[in-house]
T-cell receptor
Framework: SQQGEEDPQALSIQEGENATMNCSYK?????LQWYRQNSGRGLVHLIL?????REKHSGRLRVTLDTSKKSSSLLITASRAADTASYFC?????????????FGRGTSLIVHP | DTGVSQDPRHKITKRGQNVTFRCDPI?????LYWYRQTLGQGPEFLTY????????KSRLLSDRFSAERPKGSFSTLEIQRTEQGDSAMYLC??????????FGSGTRLTVV
């Protein structure tokens, strides 16, 4: 089952614009992570935010976490063509007595030069 | 350390054959994970190890799938009697508890 669900499924923007992706989840979590995947490649870890944190920054990336709404957002500022990729959120979700790492279906981002 | 390595990169096999994939994690990472990913989907959890112990296995995982991690180092994932539905990218990742995953480049399996 998909614990995290990203929204939108696809996003197309112009270089220089900001891109915002959202992730919703269902169960309690230890932390939430965002990953990038270029076509046909492995996933690259971008940022991890713990359940007791509300916001985290890394370069042009800003992640927020709202545990009351069970949601997170990833903001990429001043996007570049090289940011074109699929972005996934992942959580260590509590299921059946243990934490199971689960990924959403991803947001496909296209940044036009 | 060169990251997480997976071998082979591509595997084409006939339906009914057995296949085995290998993953070499980052040596300092105590946890190792196997995922499966199909086109347009996120990675689907299969199983994970902490050191040499297999701690969790997906309830959706067929008995044809088995994984090992002898001595807590590299891991192998074997699929017996492959089916066309097994065609996917098989990803391995390692991590230290509480940190993000480092993924390998994956093994793309095609069952014909």
């Amino acid at each position: 089952s998909q614990q995290g669900e990203e929204d939108p499924q696809a996003l197309s923007i112009q270089e220089g614009e900001n891109a915002t992706m959202n992730c919703s989840y269902k169960t309690s979590i230890n932390n939430l992570q965002w990953y990038r995947q270029n076509s046909g490649r492995g996933l690259v870890h971008l940022i991890l935010i713990r359940s007791n944190e509300r916001e985290k920054h890394s370069g042009r990336l800003r992640v927020t976490l709202d545990t009351s709404k069970k949601s997170s957002s990833l903001l990429i500022t001043a996007s570049r063509a090289a940011d074109t990729a699929s972005y996934f959120c992942a959580t260590d979700a509590w299921e059946g007595g243990s934490y199971i790492p689960t990924f959403g279906r991803g947001t496909s981002l296209i940044v036009h030069p | 350390d060169t990251g997480v390595s997976q071998d082979p990169r591509h595997k084409i096999t006939k339906r009914g054959q057995n296949v085995t994939f290998r993953c070499d994690p980052i040596s300092e990472h105590n946890r190792l994970y196997w995922y499966r990913q199909t086109l347009g989907q996120g990675p689907e959890f299969l199983t994970y190890f902490q050191n040499e112990a297999q701690l969790e296995k997906s309830r959706l995982l067929s008995d044809r799938f088995s994984a090992e991690r002898p001595k807590g180092s590299f891991s192998t994932l074997e699929i017996q009697r492959t089916e066309q539905g097994d065609s996917a990218m098989y990803l391995c990742a390692s991590r230290q508890t509480g940190h993000g995953y480092t993924f390998g480049s994956g093994t793309r399996l095609t069952v014909v």
